[in-house]
Antibody, heavy 119, light 107 residues
Framework: QLQLQESGPGLVKPSETLSLTCTVSGGSITSDTYYWGWIRQPPGKGLEWIGN???????YYNPSLKSRITISADTSKNQFSLKLSSVTAADTAVYYC???????????WGQGTLVTVSS | EILLTQSPATLSLSPGERATLSCGATQSVSSNYLAWYQQKPGLAPRLLIY???IRATGIPDRFTGSGSGTDFTLTISRLEPEDFAVYFC????????FGPGTTVDIK
């Protein structure tokens, strides 16, 4: 059974870089059948697609965040990660990692982790 | 960039009633890559419907998706107590956007 688990600091200072890791169990991130993505949700608000990657190296980044995002994989640990630079309070959100089959929306999600940007 | 709207923002109904949720796109969604998610407080979204009308694995048949072009609908035929939640539509092609959500709460 596939499981995804987000981890990382719950508090980040403004202007610093937010770094999160998604650890995958019950499935391999080296499968090219799937993409691996990050989605966020500010408290009490809607969902925003951040970006996604495939093992083959292709990535998609939300154009509104593109200049600040890096999504990468560590196959030795079966993990993928998100880095979001120059954060502000507007980046405070629950961050979810997720997996989807190509051509389909993400069907498997982590439980989410709240990241607060504050000094 | 295609944007999604949802109506109504809140739907107040009783268990056993029928719920009709709407999702509108600012441009025609030619690929029908339209999905619906259910989200309960403190939990991740749960995929209900993809490709406009295909139920995801394990989703009961009281959930039905329909529509085409710019207008899409999620219908819950008879609300069960566990169906009271927030529902998001999602375009998973192109701009990868989500609608703002419809809250279905107990009347």
């Amino acid at each position: 059974q596939l499981q995804l688990q987000e981890s990382g600091p719950g508090l980040v200072k403004p202007s610093e870089t937010l770094s999160l890791t998604c650890t995958v169990s019950g499935g391999s991130i080296t499968s090219d059948t799937y993409y691996w993505g990050w989605i966020r949700q500010p408290p009490g608000k809607g969902l925003e697609w951040i970006g996604n990657m495939s093992y083959s190296g292709s990535t998609y980044y939300n154009p509104s965040l593109k200049s600040r995002i890096t999504i990468s994989a560590d196959t030795s640990k079966n993990q993928f990660s998100l880095k979001l630079s120059s954060v502000t309070a507007a980046d405070t959100a629950v961050y979810y990692c997720a997996r989807g089959l190509y051509g389909r929306p993400p069907g498997s999600w982590g439980q989410g982790t709240l990241v607060t940007v504050s000094s | 960039e295609i944007l999604l709207t949802q109506s109504p923002a809140t739907l107040s109904l009783s268990p056993g009633e029928r719920a009709t949720l709407s999702c509108g796109a600012t441009q025609s969604v030619s690929s029908n890559y339209l999905a619906w998610y259910q989200q309960k407080p403190g939990l991740a979204p749960r995929l209900l419907i993809y490709d406009t009308s295909i139920r995801a694995t394990g989703i009961p048949d009281r959930f039905t998706g329909s529509g085409s072009g710019t207008d899409f609908t999620l219908t819950i035929s008879r609300l069960e107590p566990e169906d009271f939640a927030v529902y998001f539509c999602h375009l998973y092609a192109g701009s990868l956007t989500f609608g703002p959500g419809t809250t279905v709460d107990i009347k």
